[in-house]
């Protein structure tokens, strides 16, 4: 679901010039459309990388994981594994499930991350808090 976002954006960036010459009437029109947009952009170097591999496993993963599980057979001769062994370090190192890694969409953060929301912990109880998600009210007693 991640990589969609992160894909649409990097479409939407491609597309779009740099620089926009807009009038005033339209920067008034898009106001509030600026006040509910949270980030759009990757925070820092490690989300990007994070993403080029999400990329390099997407085009690669499958047939990575076709020869992995040849390499790993009981049921296969050893001249086939010896084989597929070859052949798997011909694939980038990136193009491994193992290598990705979740992280905050908000903030990068590795560690802590809600699967679903693809947010750390400390910015789902934020968003919240501030009634950013529908169906969370924080517990009082």
Not at 41 to 60: A, S, Y
Not at 61 to 89: C, H, Q, T, W, Y
Not at 95 to 117: D, F
């Amino acid at each position: 679901m991640a990589i969609g976002r992160v894909r649409n954006w990097l479409v939407n960036f491609a597309t779009k010039p740099f620089v926009q010459i807009c009038t005033e009437q339209e920067l008034l029109a898009n106001q509030s459309k600026q006040w509910n947009q949270i980030r759009t952009k990757m925070v820092d170097h490690k989300m990007t990388r994070d993403n080029k591999r999400r990329k390099i496993l997407q085009e690669h993963g499958p047939e990575r994981f076709r020869v992995n599980m040849v390499r790993k057979s009981k049921l296969i001769p050893r001249e086939i594994k010896e084989l597929a062994d070859k052949e798997i370090k011909q694939f980038p190192l990136n193009s491994a499930y193992t290598r990705i890694h979740n992280r905050c969409i908000l903030t990068s953060r590795p560690r802590a991350v809600l699967k679903r929301w693809h947010v750390s912990r400390i910015m789902f109880r934020h968003l919240a808090d501030y009634n950013k998600l529908s169906g969370f009210t924080r517990s009082s007693w």
